[in-house]
């Protein structure tokens, strides 16, 4: 309700600071990333899970959900939660 009693410029300048705050949050594309990426941007993932995350995706070709990553050795829930919203497919 007090969001109307804004002037346009003020809730130009609102929505354009929540995109960009958003943007801030990096997310990581597992389909397209590097061992190198998703070990530096994902947490508990070292070398060695980021390298079979790697092969995993260019033996059975590109994830088509999160979830998939549970197929993964080494990749479980907890790693999974801890990386959900660094996650995207595209």
Known sequence: IAVTSLPVWQL???AETSSSEMAQTETVNINTATAEQLSGMLTGIGEKRAAAIVAYREANGPF???EQLLDVKGVGEKVMEQNRDKMTLK
Do not use: K
């Open 12 to 14: 130009a300048y609102a």
């Open 64 to 66: 088509s959900s999160l």
